[in-house]
């Protein structure tokens, strides 16, 4: 089955900084790529995602880039705030199907 | 977004009782729902694929006959934990699929005491 991995665990940057999390996946099939913030207590809120299709996808202070042949897809978080301060998961979708594998989790901290 | 609901947000039992899980799509059909399992400070961990009409897929290393699945309707599957111990205590996240992407339900803290 898939296996994603993910790094870092942990991550602290000042505030209006950038941060970046980096994702590999295994399966060759899968081929949907979503991030996830979630809060203390709270369900993951999809914060963007990207097929395989295309490259790269930008969404305001976000960004999500995606390297096929690596097999690797890395979100990027530019002037991060305060709000921004979470846990951040990717996922992947084997076989093109909606079935995630979610990555291990990356605890995201903005200092003032 | 979609909206997917759970219920109930918390419940503590004790060892040895079962307990039912509900997740409902409110605006939108789901053919499939997933039930997922988080510890704290872990990841999301899939345990099943709920079909609506047919019998739930699970994943490796979970069992079947502990938690059942049921997925009744277009809107509604449910997850039930039977004779639950203390180590089945854990965060339980379903997410139903509409056909673009999984809207996640808030979630629902199992406590066995």
């Known amino acids: 089955g898939e296996n994603v991995e993910q790094h870092p665990s942990t991550l602290s940057v000042q505030e209006g900084d950038s941060a970046v999390i980096k994702c590999t996946y295994s399966d060759s099939a899968s081929n949907y790529f979503p991030w996830y913030k979630q809060e203390l207590g709270k369900r993951p809120q999809l914060i963007i995602d990207?097929?395989?299709?295309?490259g790269e996808k930008k969404d305001q202070r976000i960004a999500v880039t995606l390297n096929k042949t690596a097999k690797h897809f890395s979100l990027h978080i530019t002037e991060t705030q305060p709000e921004d301060s979470a846990v951040y998961f990717c996922a992947g979708a084997p076989g093109g199907g909606n079935k995630l594998t979610f990555g291990t989790g990356t605890q995201l901290k903005v200092e003032l | 977004g979609a909206v997917v609901s759970q219920h109930p947000s918390r419940v503590i039992c004790k060892s040895g009782t079962s307990v039912k899980i509900e997740c409902r799509s409110l605006d939108f059909q789901a053919t499939t729902m997933f039930w997922y399992r988080q510890f704290p400070k872990q990841s999301l961990m899939l345990m099943a694929t709920?079909?609506?009409?047919?019998?739930?897929?699970?994943e490796q290393g979970v069992e079947k006959d502990k938690f059942l699945i049921n997925h009744a309707s277009l809107t509604l599957s449910t997850l039930t934990v039977t004779s639950a111990h203390p180590e089945d205590s854990s965060f339980y996240i379903c997410?139903?699929?509409?056909?673009?992407?999984?809207?996640f339900g808030p979630g629902t803290r199992l406590t066995v005491l």
């Open positions: 990207i097929r395989s299709n295309v």
């Open positions: 997410s139903a699929d509409s056909g673009v992407e999984q809207f």
């Open positions: 709920s079909n609506e009409g047919s019998k739930a897929t699970y």
